[in-house]
């Protein structure tokens, strides 16, 4: 189907559109014959048909344009040498001459006179078909006794008794409309690709957008504006924008012609940011249009824009089901930090160095409502004072010497929204103890070198291998910094106090290094369990692991011995031939003596240190100090 309906009053005339629309090889135009009532109701019909322009001439093109069809009408207008051609031939027929017309015909024939110099009787119409028959009765009660017009005046001055002779449309006359509905079309099309695209806009932005005309009415409501105010957008549009936002600016942008950015707003429930920003033609205010977004959505989008340009993912890699081991002891601690993931206080983790502290930091992170935002971690002693600050706060260019262009988000900025782990919190300098307090109270940043704040929301693990509370007697912890951070506290046991958990995470580091070398490590002998153990490990977790490094590069296949295990830990046998000298040094009877007795329990439980400690009443790790302070044999 064409996008052109030619709605032509006369056969004759759509025999002519159809070979000079055929002539031009220009896109298809339906032609139908139809005139003055039928050709409205076919031209009322057309829109719903798919048509986007309408053609048509004299009478029945002036009453479809009255008729108040949505579609654009072009109407092929009557040239000089139509009127010249009808005048001749009317002139043949007798004199005066009238003509009943439209008002553009009427012009055209005033200029006629000039031309011709003569006089024409004229009736401009002012309604439709009714007027016609006026117009005829007051030509003929002016003895007018030729009448040129369209068809339905002559046909009406016919049967008044009067010479009749119809204005044609010439083929000129045909092209300028064909050719002007063309580009209405083109016009038409591109009007409406604009409108689409920018109805896809209103429509699936994030934004509330309400557009008002000059009179402050809403002309433009899109989704988002319904969704924050509960109004719909056929209740909203043409009404006053106070009656829908009663506390908007819009009035005042209206009245001053000056925007308003980042206006603080509430609609119903939510707090919004508006813009309001006037619409000017010719310096002249002729509306305005305002936008919105929910203060929530803002700041989730923030915080989005923070994560993307820091300068690496920060992703806790570790769960609680990555913890190795049964004992009571980590079973207890693996507890207390589910139950503290859940909630979003600080928790304060305690433990020696090695012990598995940022294990538990990524594990109460991942079993947290924050799982899915950022873990970002630091490490408070291996850093200087004024590098630290500028790691945890960030600074802007130019704050300092060396600073970098564009200046760095700190790691505050970095886990905001997700969970901060500061590592050896207890080395941290005294001066920003007493900044860290104040993000901690106010939950605000400020970068180096800038004047401005910045909010932050993070959740804080920290850890520790020194004894807070006795650092703050000693004053060099803040007390108020320590009761802080000690909301929710977990202490992760030793590895020497989680009995045969030691065994099990040997076996787990022996197997991770062998698929590393590509090395098949033996299993270990009784024995070698045995050290291991009785071993205190003093550097925990991380002293097993390179432990277990080394036996897998000495051992290859074969199984891991007691002298194997006793290299590993760099335990010495010949140790044993000091003792004698050693004894002899030992300042007083109760030091030999104590020897001698640990000597003795050691013969009699066979060596077994576990039993040795029992029947000397001492702990394993304090039989295993003594051993080695003595130089008793630790293989013995």
Not at 373 to 398: D, Q, R
Not at 564 to 592: F, H
Not at 594 to 622: D, F, H, M, P, V
Request: net charge neutral.
């Amino acid at each position: 189907m064409a996008e052109i309906l030619f709605i032509t009053p006369l056969q004759e005339l759509a025999s002519m559109v159809e070979e000079v629309s055929l002539q031009e090889g220009a896109p298809a135009i339906d032609i139908r014959v139809a005139r003055m009532e039928d050709g409205v109701r076919l031209a009322l019909e057309a829109e719903q048909l798919g048509y986007h322009v309408l053609v048509s001439r004299g009478v029945t093109a002036w009453m479809i344009k009255e008729s108040g069809v949505s579609l654009p009408v072009i109407d092929v207008l009557i040239g000089g040498l139509d009127i010249l051609e009808a005048y001749l031939k009317a002139k043949n027929l007798g004199s005066p001459i009238g003509i009943v017309d439209v008002p553009e015909i009427i012009q055209e024939i005033t200029s006629f006179e000039e031309l011709v110099g003569e006089s024409f009787i004229k009736y401009t119409l002012k309604d439709q078909k009714d007027d016609i028959l006026n117009g005829v009765n007051v030509l003929k009660a002016a003895n007018v006794q030729v009448v040129i017009g369209k068809i339905a005046m002559t046909n009406e001055a016919e049967k008044q008794g009067m010479q009749a002779v119809v204005i044609k449309s010439g083929r000129e006359a045909v092209l300028r409309a064909l050719a002007e509905a063309r580009r209405v079309l083109a016009v038409r099309k591109l009007e409406k690709r604009r409108f689409e695209q920018l109805k896809a806009i209103l429509d699936f932005t994030y934004d509330g957008v309400v557009a008002l005309d000059g009179d402050g009415r809403i002309s433009v409501f899109n989704p988002v504006a319904q969704k924050l105010t509960g109004w719909t957008a056929d209740k909203a549009i043409g009404r006053l924008i106070i009656d829908v936002l009663p506390k908007s600016h819009c009035q005042n942008v209206l009245t001053t012609g000056k925007a308003e950015v980042g206006e603080i707003m509430e609609i119903g429930r939510s707090k919004v940011v508006a813009n309001h920003i006037p619409i000017k033609v010719d310096d002249k205010v002729e509306g305005v249009v305002t936008t919105f977004q929910s203060v929530d959505r803002l700041q989730s989008l923030e915080h989005k824009v923070r994560r993307t340009l820091a300068d690496r993912g920060h992703v806790a890699k570790h769960r609680f089901n990555d913890i190795l081991g049964s004992s009571q002891a980590i079973k207890d601690a693996i507890k207390w930090a589910r139950e503290y993931a859940q909630v979003d206080s600080t928790v304060l983790l305690q433990g020696r160095t090695g012990s598995g502290k940022e294990l538990f930091a990524q594990g109460i992170h991942n079993a947290s409502p924050r799982r899915c935002e950022s873990f970002v971690a630091i490490n408070c002693a291996a850093l200087p004072e004024s590098l630290l600050e500028s790691e945890l706060f960030g600074y802007v260019e130019g704050a300092f010497t060396g600073a970098r262009k564009g200046g760095k988000a700190g790691v505050f900025e970095m886990a905001h929204g997700g969970t901060l782990f500061l590592d050896e919190v207890g080395e941290m300098a005294p001066s920003l103890q007493a900044q860290l307090l104040r993000v901690l109270e106010e939950g605000e940043i400020m970068r180096l070198g800038d004047n401005s704040i910045l909010p932050v929301n993070v959740r804080l693990v920290a850890a520790t291998h020194r004894d807070l509370k006795e650092m703050v007697e000693k004053a060099s912890f803040r007390e108020d910094l320590y009761y802080r951070l000690n909301v929710l506290s977990i202490v992760v046991p030793d590895l020497a106090d989680r009995g045969q958990d030691v065994l099990v995470i040997a076996r787990h580091f022996l197997d991770e290094f062998s698929r590393k070398m590509n090395r098949r490590a033996g299993g270990l002998s009784s024995a070698a369990e045995q050290i291991l153990l009785e071993y205190p490990w003093p550097g925990n977790i991380r002293e097993l692991r390179n432990a277990m490094e080394r036996l897998v590069m000495l051992t290859g296949e074969r199984e891991i011995s007691e002298e194997d295990t006793a290299r590993a830990l760099s335990l010495d046998r010949k140790q044993t031939i000091c003792i004698p000298k050693r004894e002899e040094r030992l300042r007083g009877e109760v030091e030999l003596a104590e020897i001698r007795s640990i000597q003795k329990a050691l013969k009699e439980c066979k060596g077994n240190k576990s039993e040795t400690a029992r029947r000397l009443g001492i702990s394993r790790t304090t039989l295993w100090r003594k051993m080695q302070e003595a130089g008793i044999d630790m293989l013995q």
